[in-house]
């Protein structure tokens, strides 16, 4: 497979010609967005009014529910700032699996589960659930590769095109299964083992493995196509972007 290091931001086609009245937002709300998320930051401003658009909507389309605190602007904004991250190259950018966000202020016990957490994606009842101190501390540093947001997102999303059928979702779910393919090789199995790049915790099952990579795809690019190249080329096909064009922007 080759490199994608000719790609741009949006692979396919522009996203920008299927919105002919993109929603505004104030600029107060802009400035939350810019202070916590670098991606935002890099875009170009068309791009912006686009990335805009999108987080408007994904509010409108999901009720955030607070548990014991009470959920903010900035909550709601930065929730759904990083729901448009991972979705921006996509014409599908919705989560139509879930309906909720959860919000708790820390680390909390999950009925559904029966174990503390500090995020979770829940499509059976429609809920994706964070802790808040722990959503924030994922965007304090940007090369740990370790984002509750991002990873729980990912699942969100994840979930979402495998139970959807429609051209993007396909092609996601397509595409990550000739990654899960590619990867039954020893060799290259070998490779990300000793590449110590990826946590373990990624190896605990099929799911937590692309959230765990797509964590590195949007926290440390450059690292990530240089240690694992090949694996990195397939999230690019995927999310149809290369992280690196734009956070070096």
Not at 26 to 51: D, G, H, T, V, W
Not at 79 to 104: E, N, P
Not at 180 to 198: G, M, T, V
Request: hydrophobic share 40%; net charge positive.
């Amino acid at each position: 497979m080759q490199n994608p290091t000719n790609t741009r931001l949006v692979l396919r086609k522009n996203p920008l010609r299927i919105v002919l009245f993109p929603k505004r937002m104030k600029k107060s709300e802009k400035k939350i967005i810019a202070e916590k998320n670098e991606f935002y930051r890099k875009l170009k401003p068309f791009q912006k009014c686009l990335f805009e658009h999108r987080v408007l909507v994904f509010i409108k389309n999901h009720q955030f529910i607070g548990k014991d605190l009470k959920v903010t602007r900035e909550m709601e904004l930065l929730i759904a700032a990083t729901a448009i991250m991972l979705t921006f190259g996509l014409d599908r950018y919705l989560y139509l699996s879930f309906d909720y966000i959860l919000i708790y202020p820390d680390i909390y016990y999950s009925q559904l589960s029966k174990e503390k957490h500090k995020g979770e994606a829940n499509p059976k009842y429609k809920v994706i659930v964070f802790s808040w101190k722990h959503f924030l501390e994922g965007f304090a540093d940007n090369s740990d590769n370790l984002n509750l947001g991002i990873h729980e997102l990912t699942h969100g999303l994840h979930f979402s095109f495998l139970k959807y059928r429609n051209y993007t979702s396909k092609r996601f779910i397509a595409k990550y299964k000739e990654l899960l393919n590619f990867l039954k090789n020893k060799e290259e199995q070998r490779k990300i083992l000793d590449s110590k790049y990826i946590r373990n915790y990624a190896f605990e099952n099929q799911y937590e493995f692309l959230s765990v990579l797509v964590e590195h795809f949007f926290e440390t690019p450059h690292q990530f196509q240089q240690k694992l190249p090949e694996i990195y080329g397939y999230l690019c096909d995927m999310f149809n972007m290369d992280t690196r064009v734009v956070l070096d922007d």
